[in-house]
């Protein structure tokens, strides 16, 4: 079963326009187990449709399961269609976290080709379902 670890989310204000900029940062489990982690950017810009930012990093273990040899990270739009909250990857340059120490951030090819492509959407389905932060950002209650 998915597990997400929900921390408190950090809030202040965007430096170009003074709006709330809030960072969250989630810990995804499968039975137990780290599987990965995801941060969200949820920002409001005039200029931009309202859709939130994510990095879902998936780790791999080595055979004992002690240690992460790898993370890969799948950088995520999310958004509210009236209908349902949708979600795309994107770019490795549209990441708002393209430098992170230890994580191979994927551009969008890369990401729909990967094979753990099928885990990073059944990751974003449960945050479209489980987020509250996420949820209630893209649906106006934030």
């Not at 859709?51 to 995520?76: Q, Y």
């Not at 090819?109 to 449960?126: G, N, R, T, W």
């Amino acid at each position: 079963m998915l597990h997400i670890e929900f921390g408190p989310p950090h809030t202040q204000p965007c430096h170009c326009c003074g709006e709330n900029v809030t960072r969250l940062t989630r810990f995804v489990s499968q039975d137990g187990e780290g599987l990965a982690y995801y941060y969200a950017l949820l920002e409001t810009h005039a200029d931009e449709p309202l859709s939130a930012k994510l990095l879902v990093v998936m780790c791999e273990w080595d055979a004992e399961g002690d240690h992460i040899v790898r993370k890969t990270g799948f950088p995520l739009r999310m958004w509210d269609d009236g209908e349902s909250l949708n979600v795309s990857l994107m770019e490795q340059h549209e990441c708002p976290w393209e430098a992170l120490p230890g994580v191979q951030i994927l551009g969008r090819a890369q990401s729909l080709a990967h094979p753990m492509k099928a885990e990073v959407f059944h990751i974003s389905d449960h945050i479209a379902l489980e987020d509250h932060e996420v949820i209630g950002f893209l649906q106006g209650h934030a």
